[in-house]
């Protein structure tokens, strides 16, 4: 069993930056599987937006952030990281990220992810 912590959510005007944090607990963590950010904005559907393999050589990014968000991890601190910049209200969501034991590297189908966090919420005022 894991168990994922986001932080990092907060209020922040178009054009500004936050620093997303996943940290995993518990018997298992994440060191060595791939991980996922995802999100979901009021009234839609959940969707991908960033992927990482285990080892970080590999990132996979929706197009919709591509060049403005950059995933990370360091397996040491069983942390996984998502820098946005350039925030736009459209980009207000909850943010969730995932742990897939099965996948060999990072996917952005949620179906391919285990365990979930409780998500944290970007709110992007214009």
């Known amino acids: 069993q894991v168990q994922l912590v986001e932080s990092g959510g907060g209020l922040v005007q178009a054009g500004g930056s936050l620093r997303l944090s996943c940290a995993a607990s518990g018997l298992r963590t994440f060191t060595g599987y791939p991980v996922g950010w995802f999100r979901q904005a009021p009234g839609k559907e959940r969707e991908f937006v960033a992927a990482?393999?285990?080892?970080?050589?590999?990132?996979y990014y929706a197009d919709s952030v591509k060049g403005r968000f950059t995933i990370s991890r360091d397996n040491a601190k069983n942390t996984v990281y998502l820098q946005t910049i350039s925030l736009q209200p459209e980009d207000t969501a909850v943010y969730y990220c995932a742990v897939g034991y099965s996948i060999r590297t990072g996917s952005r189908r949620e179906q391919d992810y285990d365990y979930w966090g409780q998500g944290t919420q970007v709110t992007v005022s214009s």
């Open positions: 990482i393999s285990w080892s970080g050589s590999s990132t």
